[in-house]
């Protein structure tokens, strides 16, 4: 969800409005894909390297990772069902704060009963580290290390193989995020930044999975 910083300095705004507006656009995106009965949106919230940015901002992104997480009814209301990948909270050197622990705990109680559209929020995550744990697993279990021994030890094993990673603001690389997951995946890129992201850039996304290119 790349741009909310810029989206606010645009228009002369804190950094922090632009995570606020980013917030707003996810909670419209869930609602868009739901409707088009999208499977699987994962979306990558929060990084094992978000942390040195400056506090106020690191605060904000918090609550509104809470504010996401406590829209229940809605998720609710779209037969939505919400996961969480990232450093398990018990692991040396994971930082997700107890509050959001909690949320994101209640979160997928209060929703695991919904049978439609699969939100993953990735928060305190890392692709390396994600494979980096799963290695040290494979190994441990001293069975041949397979591409299936792999899956099976990712953060949240029944994530799918990803049809299409949105890349939006521009940005023409991929970031530390599902770097297992994405192996054959399409790519959409957009120039708009997150908070302008909406209903018909996820059609086009969609579109590009059934596309020859
Ligand atoms: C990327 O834009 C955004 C983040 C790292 C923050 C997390 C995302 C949100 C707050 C929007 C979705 C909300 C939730 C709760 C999951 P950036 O700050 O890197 O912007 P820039 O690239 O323009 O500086």
């Not at 804190?14 to 980013?22: K, L, N, V, W, Y």
């Not at 894909?33 to 918090?62: D, K, Y």
């Not at 997700?96 to 949320?103: C, D, L, M, R, S």
């Amino acid at each position: 969800m790349d741009g909310n910083g810029r989206w606010a300095r645009r228009r002369g705004l804190p950094r922090t409005d632009g995570h606020t507006a980013g917030e707003e656009t996810l909670a419209t995106i869930v609602r868009a894909a739901a409707e088009r009965n999208v499977g699987w949106l994962t979306v990558f919230g929060f990084s094992t390297e978000n942390w040195v940015r400056p506090r106020t901002e690191v605060r904000h992104i918090l609550s509104l990772h809470k504010k996401l997480f406590g829209r229940i009814t809605e998720l609710n209301d779209k037969n939505a069902s919400i996961r969480w990948i990232g450093r398990p909270f018990d692991e040396p050197g994971a930082l997700t704060p107890v509050f959001i622990q909690k949320a994101i705990k209640k979160a997928i109680a209060d929703t695991a009963g919904n049978s439609g559209l699969v939100v993953t929020v990735a928060f305190d995550y890392g692709s390396r580290a994600e494979l980096v744990r799963a290695s040290q697993i494979a190994l441990r279990s001293a069975e041949a290390i397979t591409p299936d021994l792999l899956s099976a030890n990712m953060y949240d094993p029944s994530v799918p193989p990803v049809d299409v990673v949105v890349r939006t603001s521009g940005e023409a690389r991929i970031s530390n995020f599902l770097l297992w997951q994405i192996a054959g995946a399409k790519v959409y890129f957009t120039e708009r930044t997150w908070p302008d992201f909406n209903a018909s850039e996820l059609d086009a996304a969609i579109a590009l999975v059934n596309s020859n290119i």
